[in-house]
Each structure stands twice: as structure tokens, then as C-alpha cells.
């Protein structure tokens, strides 16, 4: 997201990131509370699940944020396995995060994106 983006204080925007064998597909937008019909924008109603969430800071090197959730989630697995969607249609079912973007205005004043990963609790 572009350091010179102003969302409006508490406004909630996110990116849907999913990650199929052939690529990668990215929605972006924000939360809204009524589908207007004759929108010309698509709508996704991301799944109710259980969300890992991980604070990922944009004024430091990202790789080493990501190694650290890519750790936590394989020594997690035995207990989590990742939630798996198709957007509603729009894309092959596969795993996604969500990006979210000034939640609780951490993105404006600190520059934190939070990552929220769905996961399904594995029945032992």
C-alpha cells in the first residue's frame, strides 16, 4: 500500500490475498455494510473462521517478519491447518490472508498492516 494513502481514521481497508499454483490474486477495498446492486464492484463475504493475527511493520525489512508467521503456522500445523476459499467463486479454492490496512488507525500513525491468517482447529 503506498505510504501516501489516507484512509479516514477507523476506516477499515484490506486486501485479500490468495495464493493459487497459477499466481497470485489480490482484492482490494474496504469494509461496507450494504451491497448497493448496481455497483459496479465486486463483493466478498470473507468466512467466518478462527484468525491467527501477526502485526507486520512496514518501516523495517518485511522478509524476516514473514519467516517469523511461517514459523509460527509449521510449528503449528499439527493443531491449525490453513482455510482454504474460492472468493466467493472468483478465484480456484486456495489459502488467503487478509491484509488489513488502519485498523485501529495502527497503519496511518504506525505504519502496521495487520496480517490475519484463517485457520481451521485440526481435531485430534
Not at 484512509?7 to 499454483?21: D, H, M, Q, S, V
Not at 499466481?23 to 464492484?41: A, L, Q, T, Y
Not at 482454504?84 to 500513525?109: I, N, P, Q, R, S
Request: charged share 30%.
Amino acid at each position: 500500500m503506498p505510504d501516501d494513502i489516507n484512509l479516514n481514521p477507523g476506516a477499515g481497508a484490506f486486501e485479500a490475498r490468495f495464493y493459487p499454483t497459477e499466481g497470485e490474486f489480490v482484492f482490494v477495498g474496504e469494509v461496507v455494510s450494504i451491497k448497493d446492486p448496481d455497483s459496479v464492484w465486486d463483493y466478498l463475504v470473507v468466512p467466518a473462521t478462527t484468525y491467527a493475527v501477526f502485526d507486520v511493520d512496514h518501516k523495517i525489512d518485511q522478509g524476516p517478519q514473514f519467516a517469523e508467521i511461517n514459523e509460527w503456522l509449521a510449528a503449528n500445523e499439527t493443531e491449525y491447518k490453513r482455510f482454504e476459499w474460492d472468493a466467493d467463486g472468483k478465484v480456484t479454492k486456495t489459502a488467503f490472508v487478509l491484509c488489513v490496512y488502519d485498523h485501529k488507525e495502527k497503519f496511518g500513525k504506525e505504519q502496521i498492516m495487520e496480517m490475519w491468517i484463517p485457520l481451521i482447529k485440526i481435531d485430534n
